[in-house]
C-alpha cells in the first residue's frame, strides 16, 4: 500500500510567521511531488510541483525534497489570512503514468 | 494554468435515480482523466482513470457498474452514479493532466452530490 503521512494540524501561525508543513511518503521510486490548497468546500489548486532533490522557490512558497529521506515539505514565508486552507501533499509513484496518492491534508491558519 | 470545467456545481436527488455529471477541459486536449471522491474531513480518493476512446480503468473496491464512465472526445468525460444512494452522497472532482506536462493535473470546481 503506498501512503503519504501528513500532519492533520490544525497549525496555527501568526500573520507574517513562516509556515512549514511536512509529509512523508513509502514508495521510494516516487518521482513526482506536489502541494495542492483546498480552501474549504473548493477543489483543490496546485500550488508547486518538485522533481529533484533540493529546494524549489516559487514568490513566497518553497518546497523542498528530500528523496533519500523520502521527504517534502512546503515552506510559505509572510503568511497571510488568505493562505489559511487545508494543504495537501501528493504524490506520482513509480510504475504510475499520472496517479496521484494524497495525504489526508494539514489545516493552516493564519491569524491576523 | 489549465482549465477544467464541471457541470452541474451542485445536485440533489432522490434514493435511486442516476446522476450525471461532465467533466471538460476547455482550453486543452486531454486523452486521460480522473475521478476523485472526498468524503467530508477526508482526503481525494482516486475512483477510476478514463481514457478517451477506451474502457476506463477503475481503482480497487470501485463498482464499475455503478459508477459509468464515458470518455467519448478528447476534452470530455462523464461520470454517471446509477441507482444513486445516501451513502454516494459526496463531493466529486475529476481532473486532467495536459498533454503538454503530463505529471501536472489541474482539477475541476467538483460536483457535490447529495442523494435523500
Known amino acids: 500500500q503506498k501512503e503519504v503521512e501528513q500532519n492533520s494540524g490544525p497549525l496555527s501561525v501568526p500573520e507574517g510567521a513562516i509556515a512549514s508543513l511536512n509529509c512523508t511518503y513509502s514508495?521510494?521510486?516516487?518521482?513526482?511531488f506536489f502541494w495542492y490548497r483546498q480552501y474549504s468546500g473548493k477543489s483543490p489548486e496546485l500550488i508547486m510541483s518538485?522533481?529533484?532533490?533540493g529546494d524549489k522557490e516559487d514568490g513566497r512558497f518553497t518546497a523542498q525534497l528530500n528523496k533519500a529521506s523520502q521527504y517534502v515539505s512546503l515552506l510559505i514565508r509572510d503568511s497571510q489570512p488568505s493562505d489559511s486552507a487545508t494543504y495537501l501533499c501528493?504524490?506520482?509513484?513509480?510504475?504510475?503514468?499520472?496517479?496521484?496518492?494524497f495525504g489526508k491534508g494539514t489545516l493552516l491558519t493564519v491569524n491576523p | 494554468g489549465a482549465v477544467v470545467s464541471q457541470h452541474p456545481s451542485r445536485v440533489i436527488c432522490k434514493s435511486g435515480t442516476s446522476v450525471k455529471i461532465e467533466c471538460r477541459s476547455l482550453?486543452?486536449?486531454?486523452?486521460?482523466m480522473f475521478w476523485y471522491r472526498q468524503f467530508p474531513k477526508q482526503s481525494l480518493m482516486l475512483m477510476a482513470t478514463?481514457?478517451?476512446?477506451?474502457?476506463?480503468?477503475?481503482e480497487q473496491g470501485v463498482e464499475k457498474d455503478k459508477f459509468l464512465i464515458n470518455h467519448a472526445s478528447l476534452t470530455l468525460s462523464t461520470l454517471t452514479v446509477t441507482s444513486a444512494h445516501p451513502e454516494d452522497s459526496s463531493f466529486y472532482i475529476c481532473?486532467?493532466?495536459?498533454?503538454?506536462?503530463?505529471?501536472?493535473?489541474?482539477f475541476g470546481p467538483g460536483t457535490r452530490l447529495l442523494v435523500l
Open positions: 481532473s486532467a493532466p495536459t498533454l503538454e506536462n503530463s505529471k501536472t493535473q489541474y
Open positions: 514508495d521510494r521510486v516516487s518521482q513526482s
Open positions: 518538485i522533481y529533484s532533490n
Open positions: 501528493a504524490v506520482i509513484s513509480g510504475g504510475s503514468n499520472y496517479k496521484l496518492t
Open positions: 482550453d486543452f486536449q486531454a486523452t486521460t
Open positions: 478514463s481514457n478517451e476512446g477506451s474502457k476506463a480503468t477503475y
